[in-house]
């Protein structure tokens, strides 16, 4: 199994623990408008290793994961109901993690490996 050109995971720095079932959706920039294509939710390590195709061209992308959703669940207050990461995407590159690292009042991300 070929894995995606792009992949997350998110850890819950408040809880020291991977975040489980974190909805999270994929978008491309179109023009102005935003075009989903793919979704997905956090397994139990806080990943998601499918997230759309095996390959990308270039452009400008975007990852919207529902944070309001995951701390609901845990019944935490958040600031953030939603975190959205924008980034920009090479052909020439063979894969993209980036991963999110959230706290109920901040987040941080890095370009993973």
Same mark, same amino acid.
């Not at 195709?53 to 845990?74: E, I, N, Q």
């Given at each position: ?11 819950? %720095? ?11 959706? /994929?978008?491309? /920039? ?11 939710? %956090? ?14 061209? +270039? ?7 529902? #944070? ?5 669940? #845990?019944? %935490?207050? %958040? ?20 991963? /999110? /690292? ?5 987040? +941080? #991300?890095?370009?993973? +490996?």
């Amino acid at each position: 199994m070929s894995t995606s050109h792009v992949t997350t995971h998110v850890l819950d %720095t408040g809880s020291g623990k991977p975040a489980a079932e974190v909805p999270v959706t /994929l978008h491309v /920039l179109d023009g102005e408008s935003w075009v989903r294509i793919a979704g997905g939710a %956090t397994d139990a390590d806080g990943r998601i290793k499918q997230l759309g195709p095996d390959r990308l061209p +270039s452009g400008t992308y975007r990852l919207a994961f529902d #944070t309001g959703k995951y701390y609901a669940t #845990t019944g %935490t207050e %958040t600031f953030f109901p939603e975190v959205t990461l924008t980034f920009g995407v090479l052909e020439s590159e063979a894969h993209y993690h980036v991963p /999110l /690292l959230l706290s109920p009042f901040a987040y +941080s #991300t890095y370009r993973g +490996s």
